[in-house]
Each structure stands twice: as structure tokens, then as C-alpha cells.
């Protein structure tokens, strides 16, 4: 059933009487009922939606007041928790309101709804959207460790610093350790970022080298920077550095390998350059290759393709010293200038 042109143009109108009539001779008055609410709550007809909410099925209201919740419609949603039951699919309308950042209408709804249904699901969307204001009302009534304090995740995979900032101290610190922030380094979350290096993140060395890792084989060299930083304080893990050099190196990330290069040792090195060269990754390889042992390389590579491009790299870097040297023996000695004769 489709709501008719006519009803349409009192709905905008906000003719009750006439609506109400329409509404009241129809087959399935019930469903033309919801319909009209429906587009009434979009058209914000409060005189409307409220003549015709007793018209309605309880599972009808059920939507209907989700619906004005999430619209931000406060009076409504007001007349509606009476008539209908504000826990019902899940506390529908609470996940509405937290979603669209209806702050007051959350406040409105939380004492008669159930903020823990279907894993703490009005927390998480309002972290999800960056409600920073929304969230922090639900925080006393949720549970943020639920589902892997996936709240957390969702948060700082959006960037949203301040539910980032309100979420940490009441979150897993192991979830956020393990999954979250290399999760957020992964992505190139600067900001927040920064803000889990300022927090105390169990096992902070181990912890940060996993996310340097991550941000280092998806190109995140900003991240790749402040995690170097912060590692460098704490004093660098075995081993640190060369996964994240040789994934960078085979995927062309350029600038992150010749930061790690004069850092992380040869053996990194000549690891990192197999990489580049196996990957075809010119640039990259060229900044890796004063680093590296050339016969080992050469010895872990057995295309003639990956053979000829080392080749090549060997020759630009033989012409290169060549043009310094001779840059050298033609450079005039200081002073000297004033001595050439004037013709």
C-alpha cells in the first residue's frame, strides 16, 4: 500500500481531520496507519504522528518510535515510550537515537531502555559515528570489553579522537594492545595513534613493534615514524625492524625503507633488497643497495630478470661514484677563484 498523493498534501499540510478520516474508512486502516506515521515522522508532522499512533499495531509503534528517535524528534519519542515498550528489538530506538547522535533523546530513552542489548550495540554505533557527546552518557550503562571492546575498535579505525579518549581507560588494555592499536597503525590513524603511545599499553615495546610492522607493510610512514620514535625510547626488540623493512621494500613503499636501512643491519638489508628486486621495485631497491651484500643477494635471486635489474643498479651506482670522483678532481680550491688571470 502506497500512501496516495491527496493524503500526501495533508500530510505536509499537517490535516489531521482529513487524515484521520482517509486513514479510518481504508481496508487496512492499520497499515495505512504506519505508512502515514512513517512519512509524517520524515515530513517532522507531530500533530499527525500523534493523532494516529493509537491507530497503530504494538510492533508498528515499535518502529515508529525508533524512527522519530533517530529523526531527533523529542516530543514524540516523549508520547510514544508510554504507548509503546522502548526495550523491544534490542532497545531498537535507543541504537536509532545513539546512531544519529540524538543526545537528548538518548538521555530521554536510557532509563527505559536496555543500553547492554545485543552486545552494548547503542555504544558501539555511536563510537562508530564519533558521537563523542553520546557516548560518553552511555559509557556508565554499557558493557565497553563486550565483543573485544569492539566500540574501542570501530572508534579508532574511524579516527574519532575524543571517544577514542573516553573509551580507552574503560576498555580492554590486552584487546587494545594485541588488535586495536596496530589496527589503527595499520590504517594510518595518526592522532589516535599519538594518543594509545601516550597510554600504557601492556608490554609496550613488543606491543609497538607488531604495530610498526603493520603500518610499515601498508605504506603508513607518519605512523611508521611515531612508533620509531617511541621504540627507540624503550629500547629496540630482537630482531626489530626487519619484517618491516623487507614488506616495505617488496611493496615500493620507498621513503620507509631507506629510513630502516642504515638501522636495522646487512642481513635485514640484503633481505629487503631481494624483496625490491623480486618485486620490481626500482626506486626502493636503489635506496637499499649501498646497504646490502651484493654477491648474497645476487646468490638469493635466480630469475635472469632480477639478475639484469641488479646488474643495472650495480652500473648507476659505479656512474655515480665515477661523476663524484671526477666532481672532486675539477672542484678549484677555495680562494683560488681570485687568482685566475682576467683576459
Given at each position: 500500500?502506497?500512501v496516495?498523493?491527496?493524503?500526501?498534501?495533508?500530510?505536509?499540510t499537517?490535516?489531521?481531520?482529513?487524515?484521520?478520516k482517509?486513514?479510518?474508512?481504508?481496508?487496512d486502516?492499520a497499515?495505512l496507519?504506519?505508512?502515514?506515521?512513517?512519512?509524517a515522522?520524515n515530513?517532522k508532522?507531530e500533530?499527525?504522528?500523534?493523532?494516529l499512533?493509537p491507530m497503530l499495531s504494538s510492533?508498528?509503534?515499535?518502529?515508529?518510535?525508533?524512527?522519530?528517535?533517530?529523526?531527533g524528534?523529542?516530543n514524540?519519542?516523549?508520547k510514544?515510550?508510554?504507548?509503546?515498550?522502548p526495550?523491544?528489538k534490542?532497545?531498537?530506538?535507543?541504537?536509532c537515537?545513539?546512531?544519529?547522535?540524538?543526545?537528548?533523546?538518548?538521555?530521554?530513552?536510557?532509563?527505559?531502555?536496555?543500553?547492554?542489548?545485543?552486545h552494548s550495540?547503542?555504544?558501539y554505533?555511536?563510537?562508530?559515528?564519533?558521537?563523542?557527546?553520546?557516548?560518553?552518557?552511555?559509557i556508565p550503562?554499557s558493557?565497553?570489553y563486550?565483543?573485544d571492546?569492539r566500540a574501542?575498535?570501530?572508534?579508532?579505525?574511524g579516527?574519532?579522537?575524543r571517544?577514542v579518549k573516553?573509551?580507552l581507560?574503560?576498555?580492554?588494555?590486552?584487546?587494545?594492545?594485541?588488535?586495536?592499536?596496530?589496527?589503527?597503525?595499520?590504517?594510518?590513524a595518526?592522532?589516535?595513534?599519538?594518543?594509545?603511545?601516550?597510554?600504557?599499553?601492556?608490554?609496550?615495546?613488543h606491543?609497538?613493534?607488531?604495530?610498526?610492522?603493520?603500518?610499515?607493510s601498508?605504506g603508513q610512514f607518519e605512523?611508521v615514524e611515531?612508533i620509531?620514535g617511541?621504540i627507540?625510547?624503550?629500547?629496540?626488540p630482537?630482531?626489530?625492524g626487519?619484517?618491516?623493512?623487507y614488506?616495505a621494500a617488496?611493496?615500493?613503499y620507498?621513503?620507509?625503507?631507506e629510513l630502516l636501512?642504515?638501522?636495522?643491519g646487512q642481513?635485514a638489508?640484503?633481505?629487503a633488497?631481494?624483496?625490491?628486486?623480486?618485486?620490481?621495485?626500482?626506486e626502493?631497491?636503489r635506496?637499499?643497495?649501498?646497504?646490502?651484500?651484493?654477491d648474497?643477494?645476487?646468490a638469493?635471486?635466480?630469475?635472469p630478470?632480477?639478475h639484469?635489474?641488479?646488474d643495472?643498479?650495480?652500473a648507476?651506482?659505479?656512474?655515480?661514484?665515477d661523476?663524484e670522483?671526477?666532481?672532486?678532481?675539477?672542484?678549484l680550491?677555495?680562494g683560488?677563484r681570485?687568482?685566475?688571470?682576467?683576459?
Open positions: 500500500m502506497t496516495s498523493r491527496d493524503l500526501i498534501g495533508d500530510i505536509e499537517a490535516d489531521v481531520v482529513a487524515i484521520t482517509i486513514v479510518c474508512e481504508s481496508a486502516s497499515r496507519a504506519w505508512e502515514v506515521v512513517h512519512d515522522i515530513a508532522r500533530a499527525v504522528i500523534e493523532a499512533v510492533k508498528d509503534r515499535v518502529f515508529a518510535l525508533a524512527l522519530a528517535a533517530e529523526e524528534l523529542l514524540v519519542v516523549r510514544l515510550v508510554p504507548l509503546t515498550e526495550r523491544a534490542d532497545s531498537m530506538a535507543l541504537v537515537a545513539a546512531r544519529a547522535g540524538r543526545k537528548d533523546v538518548v538521555e530521554l530513552l536510557l532509563p527505559v531502555s536496555d543500553a547492554l542489548a545485543d550495540a547503542a555504544l554505533e555511536a563510537s562508530a559515528c564519533g558521537h563523542a557527546d553520546v557516548v560518553k552518557l552511555l550503562h558493557d565497553p563486550d565483543k571492546s574501542l575498535a570501530q572508534a579508532a579505525h579516527g574519532h579522537l571517544v573516553l573509551l581507560p574503560v576498555s580492554s588494555s590486552i584487546i587494545c594492545a594485541t588488535q586495536i592499536f596496530p589496527a589503527a597503525a595499520g590504517h594510518g595518526t592522532e589516535v595513534v599519538k594518543l594509545m603511545l601516550k597510554a600504557k599499553l601492556p608490554d609496550a615495546a606491543t609497538y613493534a607488531a604495530a610498526f610492522d603493520l603500518a610499515a601498508k605512523v611515531l620509531l617511541a627507540d625510547q624503550l629500547g629496540r630482537r630482531r626489530f626487519e619484517k618491516a623493512i614488506d617488496s611493496k615500493g620507498r621513503e620507509i625503507a636501512a642504515p638501522t636495522v642481513r638489508c640484503n633481505a633488497l631481494v624483496g625490491a628486486v623480486g618485486h620490481a621495485q626500482r626502493t631497491a635506496v637499499l643497495f649501498h646497504h646490502a651484500n651484493l648474497e643477494v645476487r638469493r635471486l635466480f630469475s630478470e632480477h639484469a635489474l641488479l643495472e643498479l650495480a648507476e651506482a659505479t656512474a655515480q661514484q661523476r670522483a671526477l666532481n672532486k678532481q675539477t672542484q680550491p677555495i683560488s681570485s687568482n685566475i688571470p682576467r683576459l
